[in-house]
């Protein structure tokens, strides 16, 4: 070999082993940029029904989001089950499955603790349950990190309301779907300005419009453009502040969307007298039996019907992680994918319902699936990963953050998929 041809290969590999760029030359894992300390912040995102498949709709004008996954991007976000806003919310940012931290659907109740000997009740709705700590069990991100020296901030998140295990987010805000999104991302930019490590951020916008107009709609398509709009804006605040570099941007959804239609409804009545049972209606059904009522016929004369399927709760499939917790209802009821329960007597009154969409069903539906992307120093570039689970959510952005997580059921090697 001539002599400058092997000085040539000799300096090329010693730029290698050294991991040193050449002229030229680029790379899709470039190493994190040193920073100070204080500098360095993570921003987790949540909109709300945003289907795994909604960022290669074809006409939707998306930038921002599509900017975000050119740093890592996952095939799909597999929910927990069920497949609702607050108990994903909450996997998302605890890493347990809602049997496990409590939170079991956006509607329940607890046979163990009785108010005016009735069982406790829980809804989105009623501000004094969700402020309530005593339903949220579980560690959510937000007091893993105050609790380890780190600043939190929460721009709406299930559960943030509530003093959990003692703990606060530093600043927080009850909800408020009027707040406009311009207004939600400039709280979280000033947070951010005063020394906050940890942000959340919340839009509600294209669950909306799905549950409305269905998820492929015209209003559905405007509502992805209004959140990434906002997306937009934070992002070009970050880079105004010299921060988009040095910060993680972490974007997910807790389900994605199913049409529904009139059409295709099957009516409880058929199996059984709703006047001797209590019912949760929804995605899924829960039935409550009378005392003496025994809840595995039930379940028998209802699974005879078309396109049900309902189980006692001990013979839940295990996969489904729905059996261990006494808010679970003793009867449940899953509809085949598009199709739902009814009653006689609602289906008389609301003829032309259910329409739009909807969630909740068997989470191993592609439909009910989300989306998970991020950029940042933390986060590997250009790089696609199979499917990630929500309760491994929480791990990433605890190690992201640097911090020890709490006990949790998430997969230990997610992490090692998406970070550097």
Not at 84 to 105: D, E, M, R, W
Not at 125 to 142: K, L, N, Q
Not at 145 to 174: C, D, K, N, Y
Request: hydrophobic residues 40%.
């Amino acid at each position: 070999m001539a002599r400058p041809m092997l000085a040539a290969v000799v300096v090329l590999f010693l730029a290698v082993v050294a991991g040193q760029a050449l002229p030229g030359c680029t790379s899709t894992e470039p190493a994190a940029e040193t920073t100070e300390a204080g500098e360095r912040a993570l921003v987790l995102v949540s909109i709300d029904g945003y289907r795994w498949d909604y960022l290669d709709r074809a006409g939707v004008e998306q930038p921002t989001l599509r900017f975000l996954a050119e740093g890592v991007r996952a095939e799909r976000l597999v929910p927990v089950f069920p497949t609702k806003t607050f108990p994903n919310h909450y996997s998302l940012v605890t890493g347990l499955h809602p049997s496990q931290h409590g939170i079991v659907a956006n509607t329940m109740r607890d046979p163990e603790r009785l108010v005016d000997g009735e069982p406790a009740r829980f809804s989105l709705s009623d501000r004094e349950a969700i402020t309530d700590g005593r339903w949220w069990g579980g560690e959510p991100i937000w007091v893993t990190a105050q609790r380890q020296g780190l600043t939190a901030a929460t721009v709406f998140w299930p559960g943030s309301e509530a003093e959990i295990a003692g703990v606060r987010p530093t600043h927080w805000l009850p909800y408020d779907g009027d707040l406009a999104y311009a207004d939600r991302v400039d709280q979280a930019l000033e947070w951010l300005d005063e020394g906050s490590d940890l942000v959340t951020l919340y839009f509600e916008a294209v669950d909306t419009a799905g549950h409305r107009h269905g998820p492929d709609a015209d209003e559905t398509n405007a509502a992805i453009e209004q959140v990434d709009a906002a997306l937009a804006r934070l992002v070009d605040g970050l880079r105004q502040r010299g921060r988009l570099e040095t910060t993680d941007l972490v974007v997910v959804s807790d389900h994605g969307m199913a049409a529904v239609s009139p059409d295709r409804v099957v009516l409880l009545d058929d199996a059984l007298d709703l006047d001797a049972v209590d019912v949760d209606w929804g995605e899924p059904v829960g039935v409550w039996p009378e005392e003496g009522q025994d809840p595995a016929a039930l379940a028998e004369a209802i699974s005879a019907l078309p396109h049900l399927t309902a189980y006692p709760k001990a013979d839940v499939p295990e996969r489904l992680h729905y059996s261990d917790n006494a808010r679970i209802p003793p009867v449940v009821v899953l509809a085949e994918e598009g199709w739902t329960a009814s009653s006689r007597a609602y289906v008389e009154r609301y003829p032309d319902r259910p329409s739009g969409g909807t969630h909740g069903y068997d989470n191993r539906d592609a439909s009910m699936h989300g989306v998970f992307l991020a950029r940042g120093p933390s986060f590997r570039s250009g790089h696609t990963t199979g499917p990630i689970q929500t309760v491994d959510v929480y791990g990433i952005v605890a190690e992201a953050l640097g911090l020890d997580a709490a006990p949790n059921e998430g997969d230990a090697e997610a992490a090692a998929r998406v970070l550097r």
